[in-house]
């Protein structure tokens, strides 16, 4: 079981207020969907929520704790994948998931990768695979992690019409199972609207 918390978070870029005293709670088996125009700091609120940066004002809570106090705790329970799909370029598909999955053996590791759509590509360098293939080796780790809570920066960017729907059946089976997803993305997502809770963020100019 888990608990996501946002406290009063504030955060200023640019002389402009991204957001303000945000606060919102996840709870396990919450799908969250964060939603605004470009520049509306969705990806800056999202890297609060990993822990990879910190707010000016407001903190972030797992279980009650502030992340700054054991972010390296929190860190066993999350699966952050971002903009860029962090992966080793001169690797193969299946490399990589060893790499980041060290409990998966081979096996496990081709079905990942054939579930996100790359059966065939496994033994590839990372740096021979198209964008989207790329993308979906990132991906694949949704077949492979333990972690409660997913946070996932625009997942479907580059990923064709049947890789999305593959990609949303198994967010939808995560949170079912009590699982927890914090995501943002430009696409509708194919699911019934009671599935999903949205958080939308507006930003304004410093000192208004």
């Excluded at 978070?9 to 606060?23: A, G, N, P, V």
């Excluded at 992966?87 to 060290?102: D, G, M, V, W, Y």
């Amino acid at each position: 079981m888990g608990q996501l918390e946002a406290k009063g978070l504030l955060c200023e870029r640019d002389d402009r207020i991204l957001f303000s005293d945000l606060s919102f709670q996840v709870n396990a088996g919450e799908w969250i969907q964060i939603t605004g125009g470009n520049g509306a700091g969705k990806t800056t609120l999202l890297r609060l929520l990993t822990g990879l940066a910190r707010p000016d004002a407001g903190e972030v809570c797992w279980q009650g704790e502030p992340l700054h106090r054991d972010r390296d705790s929190y860190h066993q329970h999350l699966l952050w994948l971002g903009h860029q799909p962090g992966i080793k370029t001169r690797l193969t598909a299946l490399e990589n998931l060893r790499f980041f999955h060290h409990h998966g053996d081979s096996a496990r590791c081709m079905d990942a990768l054939a579930q996100a759509g790359l059966a065939g590509y496994e033994d590839i360098p990372v740096n021979q695979l198209s964008a989207g293939q790329q993308r979906r080796v990132a991906l694949a780790r949704l077949w492979l992690t333990h972690a409660i809570l997913w946070i996932l920066d625009e997942p479907f960017t580059a990923i064709d019409v049947n890789g999305v729907e593959r990609l949303t059946r198994r967010m939808a089976d995560h949170t079912a199972r009590g699982g927890m997803v914090i995501m943002t993305t430009h696409q509708p997502l194919n699911v019934a609207g009671d599935k999903i809770r949205r958080i939308a963020l507006t930003s304004e100019r410093a000192g208004q």
